[in-house]
């Protein structure tokens, strides 16, 4: 775990930058050039069970702001997807189950059809009526569709999913 391959979380020399432009640090228990370092020095345990990598909004704030090009969004997606392939419990159990319901929905669809989406995680959180009110709003103004849209390149999607082991 040393060296996430390709990322290059070697290079990180802990300028911060990418941590004061996060815009959500506040809710994370280590901060992103933290969890470069913890990387770097291979504490897997903690990092695979803390809030971080499920608070993180995987907005590249902190990517496009390091000096030497470390993709701190891309090792934070990594930790996730490592932490989902471990059956590590997540620290932030709602997050986890919507990311893995967006995946399902690109997955399934070649891209995000919300309404399946939202169906997916509310099944899996136990999470029925919250949001109904707004989900109709939703609906009556035409932003949630019935049938996802047709995407070209559905398998090739498919197989970037089985090549990348992606859960």
């Not at 070697?10 to 933290?34: I, N």
């Not at 707004?134 to 089985?162: C, I, S």
Request: glycine letters at 6%; hydrophobic letters at 40%; proline letters at 4%.
């Amino acid at each position: 775990m040393r060296e996430v391959e390709g990322l290059g979380s070697q290079e990180c020399f802990q300028c911060s930058k990418c941590s004061a432009g996060c815009p959500v640090v506040s809710f994370m228990d280590y901060k992103p050039h933290q969890v470069i370092q913890m990387v770097n020095l291979g504490l897997a345990d903690q990092l695979l069970s803390c809030r971080t990598i499920w608070v993180c909004a995987s907005c590249y704030s902190c990517s496009t702001r390091c000096p030497n090009n470390v993709d701190v969004a891309k090792v934070m997606d990594w930790l996730r997807q490592t932490a989902l392939a471990g059956n590590t419990p997540p620290a932030e159990r709602d997050v986890a189950l919507f990311h893995k319901s967006f995946l399902q929905s690109i997955r399934t669809f070649g891209r995000v059809h919300e309404l399946s989406l939202m169906a997916l995680y509310k099944l899996a959180a136990k999470k029925y009526l919250d949001d109904l009110q707004l989900g109709w709003k939703m609906f009556a103004r035409g932003k949630l569709r019935l049938l996802p849209a047709r995407t070209r390149n559905r398998k090739q999607v498919a197989e970037l999913f089985n090549k990348g082991g992606a859960t």
